[in-house]
Nanobody, 124 residues
Framework: QVQLVEAGGGLVQAGGSLRLSCAASGRGFSGYHMGWFRQAPGKDRVFVAVITRSGGGQKYADSVKGRFTISRDNVKNTVYLQMDTLKPEDTAVYYC?????????????????WGQGTQVTVSS
């Protein structure tokens, strides 16, 4: 079972950048696709991005495509989310999670090992 801890959130002005990290402990990090989700106040947790086990493939939500980049380091057991050109609507708690599914899934039901999340606030 993998345990995940997110970090790197904060307060940033619109147009700015942040880099989130998600450190994994436990066994088998490189055996999981890794995803990022976010949850705004009063809203459901939604898909942001996912990366394959090897790091060679990615999928993004339309709302972040071209602005966010997901990557991973299987030596450091860490997945990253580089967020550029941030908008106020990106404000949310960001979570990472692991998926053992065959494909790159966008539904949160396919993920496990959720961390505690990291708050991202974008001011206008």
């Amino acid at each position: 079972q993998v345990q995940l801890v997110e970090a790197g959130g904060g307060l940033v002005q619109a147009g700015g950048s942040l880099r989130l990290s998600c450190a994994a402990s436990g066994r088998g990090f490189s055996g999981y696709h890794m995803g990022w989700f976010r949850q705004a106040p009063g809203k459901d947790r939604v898909f942001v991005a996912v990366i394959t086990r090897s790091g060679g493939g990615q999928k993004y939500a339309d709302s972040v495509k071209g602005r966010f980049t997901i990557s991973r380091d299987n030596v450091k057991n860490t997945v990253y989310l580089q967020m550029d050109t941030l908008k106020p609507e990106d404000t949310a708690v960001y979570y990472c999670a692991a998926s053992s599914s065959l494909g790159l899934m966008v539904a949160k039901d396919y993920y496990k090992g959720w961390g505690q999340g990291t708050q991202v606030t974008v001011s206008s």
